[in-house]
């Protein structure tokens, strides 16, 4: 089949369903990657690197180094999401995703070749924290850019289907890192996954990287990006060249060239910057933070204040997790049947109609009804959310920013929400010994981005082309 994707013109030519078909499977696999990395660093943090490579001191403060060494990965995001979106807006989307995924799948490889504190002292510590901080750089523009890439690619009337294929690879991601270590922790003894068996999820990883590097080094390049008025011998302009650019088409002779090329270029050069960015990042907050909530807090929250089994919770979001791989294309083709819009005023106005019941479910200590809430939470709350934000993200955003603003409004949303979000919601149920202050911030994180969509406009369909942006 070769229908066509992308309509050829002057600067591209045309996409066909195989290309599209190729992005896709990039895109999946580079958001699998990064939740994989992510998760299985996380789980290695809590359960072995603290007596691996922090040995000399207590178990306490092990796990707090251990946990340190995971944080300072997310502020590594925060910088690559500005060099490489910068880079990905002026050189193109396939050069920065190809070298963002080579990046994570080699540190995160090569922390499964790393030696001990017991072989090489202080610098196994300092090596582990070297490499998660390359991990982290090279994580802060891969879902961002997958995303673009995807929304770049995909026919408007398909767009939302089409670009929750990168929440699936989160989805992914998570559940075969949390499965390789349930494995390793129920089959291998404590010494050997202490000596070795630590290693193998990470040396497991540089088969999905050499996967997705050769997936990338076939694909193409957005249609969008080739097509933009601001590109010239694959080379965005500088503004001052912008500039002249549109100077010239304004005193050209030729009428078609001043109605497109100028009024575009003009649009971009004076549309006032920033409600967009806001708008998104308040779209964003409500579904880092109820994450944050409902898939880190909750989890410890059930097992250290209702003292309910571990595996209530670990089960429930699995179960959840895998209701997601139906929850998540479905809501991305009803945001393509209804609009964007109307679809984040319901999601969002439910999930804060639904935090109280689902607190109290939770505090009854009930198993069977503790599951139910907190499926129904992650589906509705998180997972529907992020299908949403993964498609209406990228139309809000001009093509000639797209990629630097959607991936800090991911970044600066994900940290500020899940980094305070946990803390927060910690420090509040101690003082009250109560749940409504869970229940308490999960309505203001939704009715966050239910004012986001309520100001926001409809970009269902946008033509993503248009150097501005959307509001």
Aim: hydrophobic letters at 50%; glycine letters at 10%; proline letters at 4%.
């Amino acid at each position: 089949m070769t229908e066509s994707i992308a309509p050829p013109t002057a600067k591209t030519e045309s996409r066909t369903t195989k290309d599209l078909a190729r992005v896709a499977v990039s895109g999946w696999l580079g958001t699998a990657m990064e939740f994989m990395d992510f998760q299985l660093y996380s789980l290695a943090a809590a359960i072995v690197f603290n007596k691996i490579f922090f040995p000399d001191v207590s178990p306490v403060i092990g796990l707090i180094a251990a946990m340190a060494t995971y944080g300072v990965g997310y502020v590594a995001r925060l910088v690559g999401a500005v060099y490489f979106g910068r880079m990905g807006d002026r050189i193109g989307r396939k050069k920065v995703l190809f070298i963002t995924i080579a990046l994570m799948g080699a540190s995160t490889t090569l922390i499964g070749v790393l030696p001990t504190y017991a072989m090489i002292g202080i610098w196994a510590p300092i090596l582990l924290v070297a490499l998660r901080l390359i991990q982290g750089f090279g994580a802060g523009a891969e879902i961002a850019g997958a995303t673009v890439m995807l929304a770049e690619y995909a026919p408007a009337r398909r767009r939302g289907i089409i670009s929750s294929l990168v929440c699936l690879g989160t989805n992914s991601g998570t559940l075969a890192a949390s499965a390789l270590w349930a494995i390793l922790v129920g089959v291998l003894s404590e010494e050997q996954l202490l000596s070795w068996g630590w290693r193998l999820p990470f040396l497991a990883s540089f088969l999905l990287m050499i996967f997705a590097v050769w997936i990338r080094r076939s694909l193409k390049e957005s249609p969008v990006f080739e097509q933009r008025e601001d590109v010239v011998d694959g080379v965005a302009l500088a503004k001052r060249d912008l500039a002249g650019t549109a100077g010239e088409a304004t005193e050209a002779k030729e009428p078609q060239r001043k109605t497109q090329s100028t009024s575009t270029i003009e649009a971009a050069l004076h549309q006032r910057k920033g409600k967009s960015f806001l708008i998104a990042l308040g779209l964003r907050f409500g579904q880092a933070g109820n994450s944050g909530l409902i898939q880190t807090f909750l989890i410890g929250y059930l097992a250290t204040v209702l003292l309910m089994n571990k595996s209530v919770g670990t089960t429930a979001i699995m179960i959840g997790s895998i209701i997601g791989f139906a929850t998540i294309p479905l809501i991305g083709i009803l945001g393509d049947r209804f609009g964007r819009r109307p679809l984040y005023i319901i999601l969002s106005a439910l999930t804060a109609l639904f935090a109280i019941p689902m607190m109290m479910m939770v505090s009854s200590g009930n198993p069977t009804l503790v599951t139910i809430a907190v499926v129904a939470g992650l589906n509705l709350g998180v997972l529907s959310l992020f299908s949403m934000e993964s498609v209406t993200m990228a139309e809000f955003f001009g093509a000639r920013t797209r990629f630097t603003q959607l991936a800090l409004a991911k970044e600066i949303g994900g940290i500020l929400a899940t980094a305070i979000g946990p803390i927060l919601a910690a420090t509040l149920t101690a003082v009250t010994g109560h749940w409504w202050p869970l229940a308490a911030m999960l309505i203001g994180y939704s009715l966050i981005t239910l004012v986001s969509a309520v100001v926001g406009p409809e970009v269902r369909g946008r033509d993503m082309v248009r150097l501005e942006d959307a509001a």
